[in-house]
């Protein structure tokens, strides 16, 4: 595998974010949820699997609509997390690329914030297309591009001016490769599906001085917090400065209101 080092990377942190991972992005990435089930066409009596459920919100959401579901992520302690908040769901640890299901046993299979984490994302689309059923459907989101998630670019503009990208972390699949609508529709495409279309949604991150995106970003995941780990002290202290500056236009009534959309690309085994 080309990127196994970063796969072993993500594996390790993802074990370790449970709960900061939920404080900071739980409550911004169900808000593109009902989109992706309206994609999925998740209703009652739908089977889906959501892949990389993280928390297992999405899965929770397909049951509110009727539906059944299935969910699978690669952090123990994240299933374990999962369990707790949602007994009523079929939770199971795997990866994405080896799912523990027989071909055609689900209507739909949705990925919600995953596919930019994966290794082999084309790896994991021609395992949800074996599990999907003839004229199931499939979809996934990903961050928008920093410009528009702004979130992510004011950080990383910070990082640039004052620190460094580079520095040491296992080489990886662009962060922000599924933030281009026809790269979606195109890896889509090419893992088989029909009928591939992508498109922007969006997401308002909540947040209350004194924390940030930085705060959410250097806390709550995995990739972007060892990158600002690796900063210098005094290169973070200036990052910070500077995004603490980038968020005044961000500000309504004490509240930050930060636009963190994201890409929605769907299809349909044919
Ligand atoms: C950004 S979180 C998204 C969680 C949830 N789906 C959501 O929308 O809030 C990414 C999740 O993907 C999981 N993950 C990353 N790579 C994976 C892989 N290759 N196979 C299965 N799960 C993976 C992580 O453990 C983490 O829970």
Redesign the pocket.
């Known amino acids: 595998m080309q990127f196994e080092d970063f796969a072993a990377f993500?594996k390790d942190g993802?074990e370790h974010v449970v709960q900061s991972?939920e404080d900071y992005?739980?409550r911004l990435?169900v808000q593109s949820h009902p989109a992706l089930l309206d994609a999925l066409q998740i209703g009652p009596g739908t089977r889906m699997l959501?892949?990389?459920?993280?928390?297992g919100?999405?899965a929770a959401a397909a049951i509110e609509r009727g539906a059944t579901a299935a969910a699978?992520?690669?952090?123990a302690s994240?299933i374990a997390h999962a369990r707790q908040l949602h007994p009523e769901i079929e939770f199971q640890i795997?990866?994405?690329?080896h799912l523990p299901f027989d071909a055609e046993s689900f209507d739909a299979v949705g990925v919600?914030?995953?596919v930019l984490?994966?290794?082999e994302p084309e790896r994991?689309l021609e395992e949800a297309a074996r599990v999907l059923r003839r004229g199931g459907r499939v979809a996934f989101t990903a961050w928008a591009a920093p410009e528009r998630a702004v979130g992510f670019g004011m950080v990383l503009d910070a990082i640039q001016v004052h620190g460094k990208l580079d520095v040491g972390l296992p080489p990886s699949p662009p962060f922000f490769r599924f933030s281009d609508p026809e790269e979606c529709v195109r890896v889509l495409t090419e893992a088989g599906f029909s009928d591939a279309r992508a498109d922007e949604v969006e997401q308002t991150w909540h947040l209350v001085l004194p924390e940030t995106p930085l705060d959410g970003l250097m806390h709550g995941?995995v990739r972007m917090a060892a990158l600002l780990r690796a900063q210098s002290k005094a290169a973070l202290a200036s990052i910070e400065q500077d995004v603490r500056t980038a968020v005044k236009a961000y500000s309504q009534h004490g509240e930050l209101l930060v636009p963190m959309p994201c890409v929605l690309a769907s299809a349909t085994k044919p």
């Open positions: 993500e993802w991972y992005f739980g990435t959501d892949v990389a459920a993280g928390p919100n999405l699978v992520d690669f952090s994240m795997a990866g994405a690329e919600s914030f995953g984490h994966f290794p994991a995941g």
